[in-house]
């Protein structure tokens, strides 16, 4: 009898992770484009390093509105379907915003207008995320055999998405790299967008009833709102969020600025940057693969919190780093960028994997799209407060795209404020698997 039903489960997951592999990859190679985005920021319409990061930072707002696109996709069906319609309708938006951009590029384009595409780019990019994560968290509620098991396949499919997404990162930061000095940021643009419109043809073409979801009663916006509400009152589910979002909020983001300091003071070769990022992705790669052979069992307070700690040695090793220390000691430039720097700027999205698998446990079924959006939204919004506080930080230090003496303080200052969230790191539920099993007996 069990023999029979193996086969059973592999077809119903099979559809799933060929929908959820194509998303995620994708999802992961949109650092191809943008790579092109900084460099024509920078070069093309010539920004300064504080005015990259403002644009950087509000080019994602649009990722905020994610529980309103969650509730929407858990309320509204298009033909009897709630998820594959709107994965369509992202895709189709990305499509149409990164062509715009290569079309007009040449054109002389505004900050405004290219402000303006970018945002419709990552309004559609956001809404395939909230479809994506909402079939990952409904996939992992599916009833098993044991709680074990259930506990398990969550967490498989987990790090499966998250090595797809990581894949896709890999291949578009390694040909970025190679591109962005061969091509130019139009034909970048132009590949993009070609690419997530095969996306869409290729996601209109799949029916939702073959991947086999959980059936959920049609309940209505309203009512979605009110499930929506009823879950984040949850205590478990309200502190670990606050913390989540919090622990990224409080750190002021530097990444224009380094930026500048790599590319404008030490004169690294986009080459190197995009090795630098290819050595992040692997290592993200890396993680999803390690996370879900040995570390699944690790509380996730403790395991969150370690890479909390990480995080600031790493900060603290770029202080050195911008003061000359390791090039003193016959550390290359390009060798550190290539190694710290890139596992430094993956290393912020850690914490995502065992977070999610956390929250995946803790949410409620019926409105998983809406939960895990709202998780996302909090992260977006953390991440833009963290942009604005770090321009903040370097109009303080007064760090300029010819100055960079006081850089080492305003990355100090950002090591010290990673270490702060540890002090609350207790909101984070420490024993969720032994509260489901009560819960069950």
């Known amino acids: 009898m069990v023999s029979e039903m193996k ?28 790579m092109a985005v900084n460099f024509f920021l920078k070069d093309g319409l010539k920004v300064d390093p504080s005015t990259l990061q403002i644009l950087q930072n509000s080019a994602n707002l649009p990722m905020v509105g994610k529980p309103f696109y969650g509730v929407i996709s858990d309320a509204v069906y298009v033909s009897g379907q709630h998820r594959i319609p709107y994965i369509a309708v992202g895709a189709m938006l990305q499509a149409v915003s990164w062509l715009a951009i290569a079309i007009f590029s040449k054109l002389n384009i505004s900050i405004f207008t290219m402000t303006i595409y970018l945002l419709l780019s990552n309004l559609g990019a956001s ?6 994560d909402a079939i990952v968290a409904e996939t992992g509620k ?11 396949s969550s967490g498989e499919l987990q790090s499966y998405v998250w090595m797809a997404s990581s894949a896709g990162g890999i291949l578009g930061n390694l040909l970025g790299g190679l591109a962005i000095d061969r091509f130019s940021p139009k034909s970048m643009f132009l590949f993009f967008g070609f690419l997530v419109a095969l996306q869409f043809f290729i996601t209109i073409s799949v029916r939702e009833s073959s991947l086999n979801l959980p059936k ?17 009152r949850k205590p478990e589910i309200a ?21 500048f300091y790599q590319t404008e003071h030490l004169k690294i070769q986009s080459s190197v940057l995009g090795i630098s990022k290819v050595f992040g992705q692997a290592a993200m ?37 911008v003061r000359g220390i390791y090039r003193g000691m016959g550390v290359p430039d390009s060798l550190y960028v ?5 596992l430094l700027e993956v290393m912020f999205f850690f914490k995502i994997l065992p977070f999610s698998v956390l929250i995946a446990q803790l949410c409620p079924p019926g409105c998983e799209g809406s939960v895990m959006a709202f998780v996302m939204s909090a992260l977006a919004l953390a991440m833009i407060v963290s942009g604005y506080l770090g321009v903040a930080l370097v109009s303080y230090t007064r760090v300029t795209g010819d100055d960079f003496s006081k850089f080492p303080i305003g990355l100090l200052i950002q090591a010290v404020s990673t270490i702060i969230p540890l002090y609350w790191s207790y909101l984070i539920p420490d024993d969720v698997k032994s509260k489901s099993r009560r819960k069950e007996e």
């Not at 599916?142 to 398990?152: D, V």
């Not at 395991?303 to 040695?313: F, G, H, N, R, T």
């Open 216 to 232: 959920t009663p049609n309940v209505g916006i309203r009512k979605q709102l009110s499930e929506l509400s009823a879950a984040l």
């Open 285 to 321: 790669l890396l993680w999803g693969v390690v996370y879900n052979r040995y570390l699944k069992s690790v509380s996730p307070r403790r395991l969150i919190s370690a890479i909390q700690v990480s995080m600031a040695v790493f900060m603290i090793s770029d202080v050195l780093f």
């Open 142 to 152: 599916q009833p098993t055999t044991s709680s074990k098991n259930s506990q398990s």
């Open 127 to 132: 809404i395939v995320e909230v479809a994506n």
């Open 239 to 259: 502190y670990s969020v606050t913390w989540f979002a919090a622990s990224y909020a409080v750190i002021p983001a530097l990444t224009g600025t380094m930026f």
């Open 338 to 342: 290539v190694i710290f720097s890139g």
């Open 7 to 34: 086969p059973s489960s592999d077809r119903k997951t099979n559809p799933i992770r060929n929908v959820l592999g194509l998303g995620y990859w994708v999802q992961g190679f949109r650092c191809f484009p943008w």
